[in-house]
């Protein structure tokens, strides 16, 4: 027998772990097991990979799409579609991390290749990923590492790596930033093929040793002739780097820390939940999935439910997601990208290195007006599969009372779980309207058309902004 | 509402990704900026003059015009002690005055609260722009932050509404779920505050691009953009005294010449057609805008661009400015630059702290955390 706290747990590890589920989904989830739903989310492998080709095969311009809002739709399209949620989710972790931006690199095909190497490396090792970082055509133009040259060095990829990327702020020196600058020079970007007159071409990395500084330096203590994968060993292995990683992932997946420039000032809200992690990040080795199994299966992300601002692409993608408003290839995707955009997170386009603050940072007035008649539009409209498939359950339970109609709404949204002066707002509301039936063919359609201002307004509330 | 048609009028334009002095107002005559610029230099016969020493960079004709007209303060040396040269870092620390700790109280939020205690005007701060900046977050403060002037408010598109009165009761109904609660934490009572104010702001702001009409085409820049819906919601006297919006980036670290170019010339053309606007509806002398970036950058370029550096460049532009130089254009000798950057002389907090008191006539101690020396541009 389900019950409503597997039902509830089951849709808090999907609103983490991925872009929140539907009601079926869940329950064919619950029946799985909680363990067992964790193991597939992390070996996102067992799982068919998106047929890209198909997608591409109805829009073509997608497809090292030059507009930027096609490259984001394309990655939206992902986001909603994956049959691997948590390997999408985690791409989007590590493009808040590794944030890296339109507005400069210009080449929107080029960041579709990050995020595709983030892709690849949505769970592996810390280490791999990092260096695939600082090999990546997008980030070392992002931040001047093709200006990073022996003798004349420009420190931007090393403050960054240190600051923003794995230890963060007051845990190495100027000194360090110089030197770990140093050890990357000579890794830059293949000239270029010009963008005229056929549009715009893949970069490729490339190591010139002719540019490489190799003379010694001392970095966090350390001398030797460093090349730039000496000094991602050396990071990885830092008690500072493995605390902010763990924060990071802690900050994404569990509940709100305070904005990250804090970091080195405030300590974690919960500080026992960071040293579990922490240890288990050094015990494997820098495994992030080895990580994320110790975070899902704790108490403290179970007992975590709602305590986390969602972020844009969490509400707009959740929201498209339960209501079932689009699957497979469709038109769409691009007004729901540019949709992340007028909310504040425009993807493939961070406002800068730092990234987006999170928390309730994500919602200020012009925010909130977006991300409420957003979820509006979809909630109430009967048409779309996910609210038919609420309606069909609701309907099945026959004539309700306003408390039963309410009730189940918000049971088979989440559950979410609402504030008691929402509830009783929300009674009020519908008890001046009357009981749910289903008598006749015009109240059936009125009793339709009533689930869908509910669930609306619900999806309009304060209670909804958090996962 | 709390402001009249007179009262005084700030906007700030953040220059966001820290701009470079150098190449903004250029020491053309001045022999260590060859040396130091030799690939980022902008040659001496396309600099505008303004003195022997210093120059426009040739992409600011609209600004350089009003400083002829004696209405633009360009402040020299701007920055802070200890210039940690990380953008998130530097901004935080403009935003709230705070550059020894992380604050989290904008030093705008604080000027709003004290033009309007009881927060009876939900318009008096506006933001144009993507999020919110932390210079105007101050909890308990209304400000209105908008994307698109011309779509804003909650519950405008709902297909299954059947009637303007079952709107009117959702409407109703948003306001009553987003009434505070007591004991639901600070997160639930902040979106309380953010709903109401947006409630509140939406029917009114609303009116500004339908009441407006202006000779001035503005460019299809975003900057253009985000200055025309300054002059919107100005010209319809909706009590706004604290506007904010940004344009960038101007972290050019890389190809900052046709970079630098392109801003500039969006930027100059911009605050150009904006007070053009003002001066068409004779609304221009309430007004300073005032222009900011969170450092500047190294003196000495890295062969295409330039590295984070330390004392910037500010302006004060209005009808009611002084219009001059203040302070002294930092020294570019070897020896009296730190690590390499323009070492600042004067106090970003001093700054503030004239708008604060000379302009808006409030007590600036509070806002900035301090007395510091203020400057005669207003």
Redesign the interface.
């Known amino acids: 027998m389900t019950t409503r706290e597997q039902i509830s747990l089951m849709s808090h590890l999907m609103r983490r772990a991925g872009f929140g589920a539907p009601i079926s989904e869940v329950e064919d989830r619950v029946t799985k097991g909680y363990e067992e739903t964790v193991e597939e989310l992390l070996n996102p492998a067992d799982q068919e990979p998106l047929d890209e080709d198909l997608l591409y095969r109805y829009f073509p311009n997608y497809e090292g799409g030059m507009a930027p809002n096609q490259a984001q739709a394309q990655w939206i399209y992902r986001m909603i579609n994956t049959k691997r949620p948590l390997e999408e989710k985690m791409v989007l972790f590590w493009h808040q991390l590794f944030a890296t931006g339109n507005?400069?690199i210009d080449n929107p095909p080029e960041l579709t290749q990050q995020i595709a190497m983030f892709r690849n490396h949505a769970l592996g090792d810390f280490p791999a990923l990092l260096v695939e970082l600082a090999k990546n055509p997008a980030m070392i133009?992002w931040?001047?590492n093709?200006?990073n040259?022996k003798g004349?060095i420009?420190?931007?990829w090393g403050?960054e790596l240190l600051?923003l990327f794995s230890m963060g702020?007051g845990n190495y020196s100027?000194e360090d930033i110089k030197e770990a600058s140093r050890a990357f020079t000579g890794w830059t970007i293949a000239p270029k093929i010009p963008r005229l007159p056929l549009g715009r071409f893949y970069w490729d990395f490339e190591y010139k040793p002719e540019d490489h500084d190799s003379a010694d330096k001392t970095f966090l203590g350390v001398t030797g002739d460093f090349n730039g994968q000496d000094i991602i060993d050396i990071v990885v292995k830092q008690p500072a780097t493995g605390r902010f990683l763990c924060r990071h992932l802690y900050n994404f997946f569990v509940a709100?820390e305070p904005?990250?420039?804090?970091w080195n000032?405030?300590p974690p809200t919960d500080p026992a939940a960071i040293d579990v992690l922490e240890r288990t990040y050094h015990d494997s080795s820098y495994n992030v999935a080895s990580v994320l199994r110790v975070l899902f299966n704790s108490d403290f992300f179970k007992n975590a439910r709602f305590k986390h601002?969602k972020s844009t692409a969490e509400l707009v993608v959740g929201t498209v997601r339960m209501a079932q408003g689009l699957s497979g290839p469709q038109v769409g995707y691009q007004s729901v990208a540019d949709e992340c955009?007028?909310q504040?997170q425009?993807l493939l386009n961070p406002?800068?290195?730092?990234s987006?603050?999170t928390?309730?940072?994500w919602?200020?007035?012009?925010?909130?007006?977006?991300r409420?008649?957003f979820a509006?539009?979809y909630f109430?409209?009967?048409d779309l599969e996910g609210i038919r498939t609420i309606i069909d359950y609701i309907k099945a339970r026959g004539t309700l009372s306003p408390n039963e109609f309410l009730d189940s709404c918000l049971e088979l949204m989440g559950p979410i779980e609402l504030?008691?002066?929402?509830y009783q707002?929300?009674l009020k509301?519908i008890t001046e309207d009357g009981d749910l039936s289903w008598d006749s063919s015009p109240d059936t359609s009125e009793s339709e058309?009533r689930i869908?201002?509910l669930l609306?307004?619900v999806s309009?509330?304060?209670e909804y902004?958090?996962a | 509402m709390t402001a009249t048609k007179k009262d005084p009028v700030v906007v700030i334009l953040q220059l966001?990704?820290a701009n470079d002095p150098l190449n903004t107002i250029v020491p053309y005559t001045n022999p260590y900026y060859r040396d130091n610029r030799p690939k980022v230099g902008i040659p001496e016969d396309q600099v505008i003059p303004i003195n022997e020493e210093l120059g426009f960079n040739p992409n600011m004709g609209p600004v350089q015009k009003l400083y002829e007209e004696g209405k633009v303060a360009i402040v020299h040396g701007i920055g802070y002690e200890n210039s940690p040269r990380?953008?998130?870092?530097s901004m935080?620390i403009w935003h709230t005055c705070e550059p020894d700790?992380?604050g989290t109280e904008g030093w705008l939020g604080k000027v709003i609260r004290d033009l309007d205690p009881k927060g009876s005007n939900v318009l008096t701060g506006v933001?144009f722009g993507?999020?919110?900046p932390r210079a105007l977050?101050l909890r308990g403060v209304p400000?209105?932050?908008?994307?698109?002037l011309a779509s804003?408010?909650?519950?405008?598109?709902?297909?299954?509404?059947?009637s303007e009165r079952?709107r009117d009761?959702?409407l109703d109904?948003?306001a009553?779920?987003?009434?505070p609660?007591i004991g639901?934490g600070p997160?639930?009572d902040?979106?309380?505050h953010?709903?109401q104010?947006?409630l509140d702001?939406?029917d009114i702001i609303r009116v500004a691009p339908e009441t407006y009409s202006s000779s001035i085409e503005y460019a299809d820049t975003p900057i253009a953009r985000s200055l025309k819906s300054v002059a919107q919601v100005h010209l319809a006297n909706l009590g706004t005294q604290i506007f904010y919006t940004q344009h960038?980036?101007f972290?050019t670290?890389?190809n900052q010449l046709p970079q630098h170019t392109r801003l500039w010339t969006d930027v100059g053309r911009a605050i150009g057609d904006f007070y053009s606007d003002l001066q068409e509806h004779n609304a221009s002398d309430n007004v300073i805008m005032v222009l900011f970036t969170e450092f500047g950058r190294r003196v000495k370029d890295?062969?295409?661009?330039t590295?984070h550096g330390a004392g910037g460049i500010a302006f004060v532009i209005g009808d009611q400015v002084k219009g001059g130089m203040y302070n002294e254009y930092p020294s570019l000798k070897p020896e009296h630059l730190t690590?390499g950057d323009l070492e600042p002389n004067y106090d970003f907090r001093g700054f503030y702290s004239t708008v604060i008191e000379r302009w808006l006539g409030l007590d600036p101690v509070a806002v900035v955390g301090g007395t510091f020396e203020q400057l005669s541009f207003v």
């Open positions: 507005s400069k133009y931040l001047d093709n200006g040259h004349s420009n420190e931007n403050r600051e702020v100027e709100d904005q990250v420039p804090s000032i405030t601002v955009t007028y504040g425009e406002p800068s290195v730092e987006w603050h928390g309730e940072e919602i200020d007035g012009g925010a909130l007006v977006r409420v008649n509006a539009k109430s409209n009967t504030g008691n002066s929402t707002e929300l509301h058309r869908g201002i609306a307004m309009a509330s304060r902004q958090f | 966001s990704g990380s953008h998130f870092r935080d700790k992380v933001n993507q999020g919110l977050a400000v209105t932050s908008v994307s698109d804003y408010g909650v519950l405008s598109e709902i297909p299954g509404i059947s079952e009761r959702m109904l948003f009553r779920i987003y009434a609660t639901t997160v639930m902040y979106l309380s953010t709903g104010n947006v702001g939406a960038g980036s972290d670290h890389f890295n062969g295409t661009g590295d690590q």
